[in-house]
């Protein structure tokens, strides 16, 4: 069992958990992900890992009330415990694997799309551990769905903040922040890492590749076993099979077959209704 030892609400119906599991947090890296299993017949539910601190052996996990596995993950408080909480799982963030004379020549700007910010920022946190200064830009529909700005402000050089209907910072969606930054201030970037919805990731990587900015996404399809078994993450990358539990979840965004990925998502909504319907009587 994996005991809650924190709930905070970031948002109206965006969670964060400080979970208590000792071997993920001694092992996981920035870009992995785990499992959860709320009970014995609880749906897998997979979630990037948004922090973890070793000597305390928690794993911290942000969740957004979607459908209805989440709706009942979210009725858990602290104290109450998880049946399953499995991983580390998928690759980690090549950042954490590349040398320090590539990570020197690199100037990124992270781009974290509403509940994708909860990925993006250990990795940010992870540079500047490791010394080396990042931008991240911040996007959400309004203010009150802007997440862990704060903390990422603790770790990025600079963080720019963009609201889609101009409510807080930049007036925008993050692709118009980007081309703000690259062609009004002169910002030169040679990586972009974008993490948030599919379609965000898709419009970010044609920007960038316009841009010429070499781009890394991480793909978060519907998810099963989580261990290469049972194909249900499988997605196209480069005309290429890949299943994004054990290959990914980061891909090259301008390799993404984003289109393919966004109807395979789209193939188990009315499944998912049907069972919130199910959780309401
Ligand atoms: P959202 O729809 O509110 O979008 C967040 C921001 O992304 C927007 O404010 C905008 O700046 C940008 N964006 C969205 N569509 C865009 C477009 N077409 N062009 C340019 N920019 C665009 O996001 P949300 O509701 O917080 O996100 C929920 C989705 O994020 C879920 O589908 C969830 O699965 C996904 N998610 C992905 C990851 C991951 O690892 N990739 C992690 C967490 C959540
Ligand atoms: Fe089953 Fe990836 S989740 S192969």
């Not at 909480?85 to 954490?96: A, I, M, Q, V």
């Amino acid at each position: 069992m994996f005991k809650i030892l924190k709930k905070e609400y970031l948002a109206d119906n965006i969670i964060l958990m400080d979970i208590e599991a000792p071997k993920v947090a001694k092992s996981c890296y920035p870009g992995q992900f785990v499992i959860v299993k709320t009970d014995e017949k609880g749906e897998r539910i997979p979630l990037t890992i948004c922090d973890y601190d070793r000597e305390a052996g928690s794993v911290t996990i942000v969740f957004q009330t979607l459908g209805s596995s989440t709706q009942k993950m979210a009725a858990y408080n602290e104290g109450d415990s998880f049946r399953d909480f499995s991983g580390p799982l998928g690759c980690k963030s090549e950042l954490c694997t590349e040398s320090r004379e590539e990570l020197q020549k690199k100037k990124i700007l992270f781009v974290a799309g509403g509940v994708g910010t909860a990925p993006v920022y250990p990795q940010v946190k992870w540079m500047k551990e490791n010394g080396y200064d990042v931008d991240c830009v911040i996007g959400a529909r309004n203010k009150d769905l802007i997440i862990l700005e704060d903390a990422m402000k603790e770790y990025a050089k600079n963080v720019y903040v963009a609201t889609d209907d101009g409510s807080y910072g930049f007036k925008g969606n993050v692709n118009d922040k980007i081309k703000d930054l690259v062609q009004n201030e002169g910002k030169e970037y040679n990586l972009v890492i974008a993490i948030g919805p599919v379609i965000m990731m898709k419009f970010v990587s044609l920007l960038t590749k316009e841009l010429g900015i070499p781009t890394i996404v991480s793909m978060n399809p519907i998810m099963v076993d989580g261990t290469g078994m049972c194909g249900a993450c499988r997605l196209t990358v480069g005309g290429e099979v890949k299943f994004a539990c054990v290959d990914g979840p980061e891909f090259d965004g301008h390799l993404v077959n984003f289109d393919e990925s966004i109807k395979r998502q789209q193939m188990y909504k009315s499944e998912e209704g049907r069972a919130i319907l199910k959780q309401r009587e």
